[in-house]
Every structure is written in structure tokens, then in C-alpha cells.
């Protein structure tokens, strides 16, 4: 995981946003098994993701490359609110070394934001 550029507000500090929030067919995404190959659905949740009460977090996700946006017409899932995602469709766009940005759509779920560095 990289810097998740937080835009910190006071809207939100409260929020119970477990320390990894991203799951992957349903579990914990394991960010040292995470690379260019994987596959699955992606959810972001809140609260704790092995109890009933984890609710899913409507997200943007990006694919960032030398510090820009990558903007691709067949990317179909670009500026569209998600609630999951089939993650190979994204990574198709990708590269070794480019940085997939999820951002929660809600300012509420700042803390939420992640940023993964795409390995081999």
C-alpha cells in the first residue's frame, strides 16, 4: 500500500473504517499477493469486515502512471461510482509500477482511500 494522499476532514473523523478495507471475493485483500495477475470482485467496506454489520462504500478507482491519470476510451468503469468491481477489468489498463487509486465517493469515508502500488 502507498500513501493514501488523505484529504483529511472533521466530517468523517468518527467513522469506523477498519485498518484494510478493501476485500476481495468477499476477504481481506492481501496487499503482498496483490499484483498485475489478480482477479476477483473488489468491495470497500466499512466497519469490520468479519462481522454482518460491514457495510459496502460506493467508490471511484483510477489507475495513476508517472503522476497521471491514466485515461483510456474503453475504460469503461472511469468516473463511475462502484459499489464492486471485477478487478482484472482495471488492471488490464495497467503496467508494473503503476498505482491503482480507490477513492470513496462520500467525504464521510476519507479514511477509506487506498493507493496500491501494480507489481509483476
Known amino acids: 500500500m502507498q500513501n493514501n494522499e488523505f484529504e483529511r476532514s472533521e466530517i468523517g473523523q468518527s467513522e469506523n473504517i477498519y485498518c ?15 499484483t498485475i ?18 457495510t459496502k462504500i460506493p467508490f471511484f478507482i483510477r489507475l ?27 488492471l488490464a489498463f495497467s503496467k508494473p509500477g503503476d498505482q491503482l487509486i480507490i477513492t470513496p465517493v462520500n467525504k464521510v469515508d476519507w479514511k477509506a482511500k487506498r493507493i496500491l502500488k501494480i507489481i509483476l
Do not use: C, W
Not at 502512471?65 to 482495471?90: A, C, G, P, W
Open 37 to 54: 495477475a489478480t482477479r476477483g470482485e473488489l468491495e470497500l467496506i466499512k466497519g469490520d469486515p468479519a462481522s454482518s454489520g460491514s
Open 20 to 34: 484494510n478495507p478493501l476485500l476481495l471475493d468477499g476477504r481481506l485483500l492481501d496487499y503482498g499477493n496483490f
Open 64 to 90: 495513476r502512471r508517472d503522476d497521471k491519470i491514466i485515461n483510456n476510451k474503453h475504460m469503461d468503469f472511469l468516473d463511475k461510482q462502484l459499489y464492486e468491481i471485477e478487478i482484472s477489468t482495471v
